[in-house]
């Protein structure tokens, strides 16, 4: 057998391993199993309840099927994103999602955390490109739904129930992707605002464009800095700032962009740069989520006509921000001198009412532990939570994977 296994971590390098293991552990003690990837969500959602085993995918890395001509891919969950986005870009294809810290972070982890970026707004989410999906339960028992097998279980859409389970339902070990092709050029449009009052018209304006942008960002001057910095770009970053992004062919992509920096100025936004080096701006846009050392990030999903209110309250109390526009999601890091629950709460309120009145909520991403069993990690509780713990209980009905993540007794007394 080639599995490594320590302890307190489990690493198989295949599937038949993986899923004798958990049979295995079902059939025994039932320890609690936390399956991991890259490693770089840990931190989302609230903390074990059990001890148990890490369940590393790491080693469930190959390549399946790759038939270019299809536009699909199959692999193992466990691959990191950089390698499989060489693998496409060998091919000239792509999978249109901004990952942050993609260098760790895994296939399987991406699905498992629903995670997206800037590109979202022209490509969606990983919900439009997985079509095949091949997991294992608690039991031991493997599953496969969509792409080229369709095996479904107890009637569930389990390709849609995985995304964002956080690994609370079963181990993905398998993914079949649609791709799409790399487009000829990429471009940035930074464009520095007055004040919000400019943001607003011009993201109102917007809704009449004769472009068609991939990317639609609002920053606050502390975002703007940081995400410059982290480019290694020297870019204006004293006020809001819109960063409008393109791609596809190079002729269409330069037009989108020139027009754009014309309506821009006809709302009254003059102050409009095109990015030469745009690789490095969009992986500075797309690892802000990730690369504070503040003591809290929160990401709020709101009404897009209340994005930009959202955005100035939040700037007023030190927050810095990065939002997705066009999508009403907004990633915030609470500045530094919040050293206390307290100083947190009392911050956050304000913002979770905002969330909460423009038919949102407000998440947190990461934060001191201690401070989980006060502030309401998923926000405000939904509607579906209950449905939601009804199916970990069919799926899972011993609480083996990720005990206590997302399903506490803090959480759901708050759904009751």
Not at 63 to 92: C, F, H, Q, S, W
Request: proline share 5%.
């Amino acid at each position: 057998m080639t599995t490594t296994e320590s302890s307190d971590e489990f690493t198989p390098t295949t599937s038949d391993e993986a899923r004798d293991f958990l049979a295995e552990n079902s059939a025994g003690a039932g320890r609690a199993i936390f399956p991991v990837g890259g490693r770089t969500a840990l931190h989302y959602g609230y903390a074990p309840t059990q001890p148990g085993f890490a369940f590393s995918t790491l080693r469930l890395n190959r390549t399946i099927d790759y038939p270019a001509r299809d536009m699909t891919i199959t692999v193992e969950a466990g691959i990191r994103m950089d390698e499989l986005t060489e693998i496409l870009k060998a091919e000239g294809q792509r999978l249109p999602i901004d990952v942050p810290q993609s260098s760790r972070a895994t296939l399987g982890g991406v699905l498992a955390t629903n995670t997206s970026g800037p590109r979202r707004f022209g490509f969606g989410t990983m919900r439009d490109y997985l079509i095949g999906i091949t997991s294992i339960d608690a039991a031991g028992k493997t599953f496969s739904a969509g792409g080229r097998v369709v095996k479904n279980v107890a009637g569930y859409d389990l390709c849609k129930l995985m995304i964002g389970s956080l690994g609370t339902l079963a181990v993905i070990t398998q993914v079949t992707l649609k791709v799409i092709p790399q487009p000829e050029m990429s471009q940035l449009l930074w464009c520095a605002a007055a004040d919000w009052q400019a943001v607003e018209v011009a993201l109102e304006n917007l809704l009449t464009s004769a472009t068609r942008p991939v990317a639609l960002e609002v920053l606050n001057a502390a975002a703007a800095h940081e995400i410059a910095a982290e480019a290694r770009l020297d870019l204006p970053s004293s006020g809001p700032i819109l960063c409008i992004g393109f791609e596809g062919a190079a002729r269409e992509t330069e037009w989108q962009a020139e027009t754009m920096s014309v309506e821009l100025e006809a709302a009254g936004i003059c102050d409009v740069a095109v990015v030469a080096d745009a690789e490095s701006l969009w992986f500075a846009l797309t690892d802000f989520a990730t690369s504070s050392d503040e003591p809290l990030t929160f990401q709020a999903n709101l009404r897009p006509s209340r994005l930009v209110e959202f955005s100035e309250l939040a700037t007023s109390a030190g927050v810095s921000l990065a939002a997705h526009a066009g999508n009403g999601i907004v990633i915030g890091h609470l500045p530094d001198e919040v050293t206390t629950l307290d100083a947190a709460v009392e911050l956050l309120s304000p913002l979770q009412a905002l969330a909460h009145e423009a038919d949102g909520n407000l998440v947190i991403f990461d934060c001191d532990e201690s401070w989980k069993q006060t502030i309401p990690v998923f926000g405000q509780a939904r509607q579906d939570r209950a449905l939601m713990q009804r199916i970990k209980q069919q799926l899972d009905p011993r609480d083996i994977l990720n005990p206590g993540r997302v399903f506490t007794k803090n959480a759901m007394s708050a759904a009751q």
